[in-house]
Nanobody, 114 residues
Framework: VQLQASGGGLVQPGGSLRLSCAASGRIFGLNAMGWYRQAPGKQRELVALITGGGSANYGDSVKGRFTISRDNAKRMVYLQMNSLKPEDTAVYYC?????????WGQGTLVTVSS
């Protein structure tokens, strides 16, 4: 399973970014897809997860600002990030669960700064 994330970059506070992640390889039994993030000096934390049926869960710090979605046919997961704050600065990692196994992408850096 390979995961390719894109869409990170530098944005001003209050701005928006959209992350995308494409899953490829032998993906049978693809279940949850989502995003985690890790800021410098901090542990990796959940940003958002979405099941194959479309049920979404969000980390408390992003509720109401971020929206996760997926396209099962394309094996894509997206993260729309609005009202970005400096504390959202982190490396964002794409995540998928396949038959109970966890897979991670290489990460994409999001920097929120004026």
């Amino acid at each position: 399973v390979q995961l390719q994330a894109s869409g990170g970059g530098l944005v001003q506070p209050g701005g928006s970014l959209r992350l995308s992640c494409a899953a490829s390889g032998r993906i049978f039994g693809l279940n949850a897809m989502g995003w985690y993030r890790q800021a410098p000096g901090k542990q990796r934390e959940l940003v958002a997860l979405i099941t194959g049926g479309g049920s979404a869960n969000y980390g408390d710090s992003v509720k109401g600002r971020f929206t996760i979605s997926r396209d099962n046919a394309k094996r894509m997961v997206y993260l729309q990030m609005n009202s970005l704050k400096p504390e959202d600065t982190a490396v964002y990692y794409c995540y998928v669960e396949v038959w109970g196994n966890d897979y991670w992408g290489q990460g994409t850096l999001v920097t929120v700064s004026s």
